[in-house]
């Protein structure tokens, strides 16, 4: 039974480099059913994720029990997804396709913490599909609309805080405003991914557009 | 009409609530400016306008600016363009981003579009079901999907009457998430005028019938923006997954169990883009015109606009 979801969590559409640096999460009320959100360093919250690439290499790393780990590759770096008993299709995916392959997954970011101090963000997937390259282009290219769109959203922002002089115009924006809080990294960086996942998507399509006109 | 005094025109209603002036005091400045000075048109427009602002005491935005001009929704097919609405509130959505004040869909005779109301705006609050004139709103595109945008200088205005709305479809373009229970191969109850589906072999209403086998999806497009909830009936379904009822009803036949048919189709689907056009009812968009987006896609615009960021 899906339990009736008042308002279904969106799948926010991220890239590796951005979704890994993920690190801090979070919850909006005290409720101990509320959803549990990763906060993006450009500033959003995320309780669910759609995301595409490359599965490179999967693996059985469970004791008793199956519990399988994909690799999932996009321009800017790699998904470390986890599914076992309980995401028994999921995990049925990682066993049975032979890598690499395209593949899309919906799914849940989850931070554990290692034995050194470092937090971990991974994807427990509620569904994994082998799909095509053109599938996988366009969430290339829909990632990195979303992730502008946050960048612009976040730098609006920030070019508010330096010139509060114009105050009363100032647009608020709570989850930019924690991610400066919480992580050091700049938005900058990610807006540089955001490049070089879009070069890399020309860089593939040239080579076909000079068949194309042969 | 003279070009000239077409702009006068323009110009002269733009004031006519707020100065007394004739449309020949205004073709007059026009024309010294653009006969004896040899000033382009729409400087010479700029610079008229601009006086009898300071005239009236108004700023720019007081006014509907002259280069907006009145259009249905079905014409809008170009990103930057200036354009007056007459339409009616279908649905606010949530506004997922604390810059954008309102968000949701607007309608007339024509059809229904996206609007986008910015926070920084400071506009008045549109309610849902409300029928005003926007006067000065731009349109934009997305991957070939337009929108208008409410900016600073739109002047909203709440009118007293009801507005047929066209056509109340909504379009819902993204990724294939989930796909709910309640799809696949399901049982209808066979009663007459009623249409539930069966659970485990009782209808809600009428008890333990036979029921009639029926195929639907209940699925979950999301564009990362908004999740929006897509039902496919008999047709769409089979359209979609090339899948027929009764083919459906032999795999299911084949394998004793229903549920292969629901698993077979959520392969299919879940994961794949498509674009879904079609009435809505309540939270859901009933799936009429359904195409796979597998074609190549272009990134080089949003490549030039990283790079400029």
């Known amino acids: 039974m899906s339990q009736a979801e008042l308002t279904r969590e969106v799948a926010r559409r991220v890239f590796a480099s951005e979704f890994n640096d993920s690190t801090y999460t979070f919850k909006e009320s005290d409720d101990e059913r509320a959803p549990n959100y990763a906060l993006l360093p450009t500033g959003d919250r995320a309780n669910r994720v759609f995301v595409t690439g490359t599965l490179t290499e999967t693996e059985d790393v469970g004791d008793e029990s199956e519990y399988w780990r994909g690799r999932v590759v996009d321009p800017t770096g790699t998904f470390f997804v986890y599914a076992g008993q309980y995401q028994p299709e999921a995990a049925a995916v990682l066993r049975d396709t032979e890598p690499p392959a395209y593949v899309s997954i919906v799914g849940k970011p989850r931070t554990y913490e290692t034995d050194d101090g470092t ?56 989850y930019a405003e924690m991610a400066r809080e919480r992580y050091d990294s700049p938005v900058v960086n990610y807006r540089n991914d955001v490049i070089q996942a879009l070069e890399q998507l020309e860089d593939v399509e040239e080579p076909d557009d000079a068949e194309a006109t042969v | 009409m003279s070009d000239v005094r077409q702009h006068a025109d323009d110009i002269h209603e733009q004031f006519s609530d707020h100065l007394d002036v004739d449309v020949e005091d205004v073709e007059e400045r026009l024309t010294t400016l653009v006969d004896e000075y040899k000033v382009p048109m729409d400087e010479a427009r700029r610079s008229v306008t601009n006086h009898y602002l300071e005239e009236a005491g ?25 354009i007056d609405l007459t339409a009616k509130v279908i649905e606010l959505w949530d506004p997922r981003s604390d810059s954008v004040a309102q968000v949701g869909l607007l309608g007339d005779p024509t059809g229904t579009i996206k609007f986008t109301k910015w926070a920084k705006s400071d506009l008045p609050a549109l309610e849902e079901g409300g029928v005003y004139e926007l006067r000065n709103v731009v349109t934009d595109e997305y991957q070939g999907r337009y929108s208008v945008k409410l900016n600073s200088t739109t002047v909203i205005e709440e009118l007293d009457e009801d507005l047929e709305v066209g056509n109340d479809t909504s379009e819902v373009e993204g990724a294939l998430v989930d796909m709910q229970s309640g799809s696949g191969l399901i049982k209808r109850c066979p009663e007459e005028g009623c249409t539930r589906v069966l659970q485990n072999g009782r209808c809600n209403e009428h008890g333990e019938g036979e029921g009639e086998f029926d195929l639907r999806i209940k699925a979950v497009v999301d564009d990362g923006i908004d999740a929006h909830e897509v039902i496919f009936d008999k047709d769409a379904t089979e359209n979609l997954t090339g899948l027929s009822l009764e083919e459906a009803k032999e795999m ?27 009435p809505t009812f309540g939270r859901y968009v009933l799936a009429d015109d359904v195409e796979e987006l597998d074609g190549p896609i272009d990134g080089e615009e949003l490549l030039i606009k990283a790079r400029s960021m």
């Open chain 1, 119 to 174: 937090v971990n963000v991974s994807l427990r997937p509620e569904s994994i599909a082998v799909v095509d390259d053109a599938t996988r282009d366009r969430w290339v290219v829909e990632t990195a609309e979303r992730t502008l769109d946050r960048i612009e959203a976040f730098e609006a922002w920030e070019a508010e805080q330096e010139a509060p002089e114009s105050g009363s115009t100032a647009p608020t924006n709570e």
């Open chain 2, 58 to 82: 108004l700023d720019r935005e007081d006014i509907s600016s002259g280069d907006s001009e009145a259009a249905n929704v079905e014409d809008v097919d170009e990103p930057e363009e200036w």
């Open chain 2, 252 to 278: 299911a036949m084949d394998a004793l169990d229903t549920t292969i048919v629901a698993d077979e189709i959520r392969e299919d689907i879940v994961g794949t883009y498509y674009r879904i056009e079609g």
